[in-house]
């Protein structure tokens, strides 16, 4: 990832005329931790928020906005991402009304073909040929995912301008190589991830599985 030194501005002008990607990397929070961590999930998306206004800033407003899952576009790209996640919708809000267009992210045949795979592989299958058969097509099928976003990503953006995405830490897109990629990663990033690795982990602990088996 590319970052900024601690001059700011005068290093800005490395990336003058060229393309632009502020990425905010997602985590999984499960609706208990949303629940139980609510006041350290607000600081995180305030964080996220002010770090991109300083990104905007230095290196230009952005002009488009890209999240995971999203295979709309226009108006209904909107009230898809209200539904997907309400806490990213309000930085989005701010930006796509304002200077920014919220893009079509993603391809929706991709996306339903990939997530009906996943439903498979969550069934506990007995045979493994068809389990080994139903994780190839799964792994063909986010491989064309991770494509098909880069190649989005890549017809969006011009020459010189600054576009926003998020999406899922662990994915595995290949940017085009003439986009310089900024991290958005507040310090509350580790704060958080480490705050889910301890709730999966209580969630699994014995004692916890035995007062679910006893509900």
């Known amino acids: 990832m590319t970052t900024l030194g601690p001059t700011g501005t005068s290093d800005a002008r490395r990336f003058e005329g060229k393309r632009k990607l502020f990425l905010v990397p997602l985590l999984p929070v ?33 002009k488009h906005v890209f999240h995971e899952m999203i295979y709309e576009s226009g108006e209904n790209a909107e009230t898809l991402l209200q539904q997907i996640s309400s806490r990213a919708w309000g930085i989005v809000e701010r930006i796509v009304h304002s200077s920014a267009t919220l893009q079509k992210t993603e391809d929706a045949d991709t996306v339903f073909e990939l997530t009906d795979w996943q439903r498979c592989m969550s069934i506990g299958l007995v045979s493994s040929a068809a389990a080994a058969t139903i994780g190839e097509r799964y792994q063909e099928a986010a491989k ?26 662990d994915h595995r897109v290949q940017f085009p190589t003439d986009i310089q990629v900024f991290y958005v990663s507040p310090p509350t990033h580790n704060e958080l991830k480490q705050a889910i690795q301890t709730y999966f982990q209580e969630q699994e602990s014995p004692g916890n599985q035995d007062v679910e088996d006893s509900s």
Do not use: C, Y
Not at 33 to 57: C, F, P, T, V, Y
Not at 147 to 162: C, F, L, P, R, Y
């Open 144 to 169: 064309k995912r991770f494509a098909q976003i880069s190649t989005n990503i890549d017809e969006v953006i011009g020459k010189d301008e600054s576009a926003l995405i998020l999406i899922s830490e």
């Open 30 to 62: 499960p609706p208990g931790l949303e629940e139980s961590h609510s006041s350290l999930l607000d600081k995180h998306w305030d964080e996220i928020g002010s770090h991109i206004e300083n990104l905007e800033r230095t290196l230009g407003t952005v």
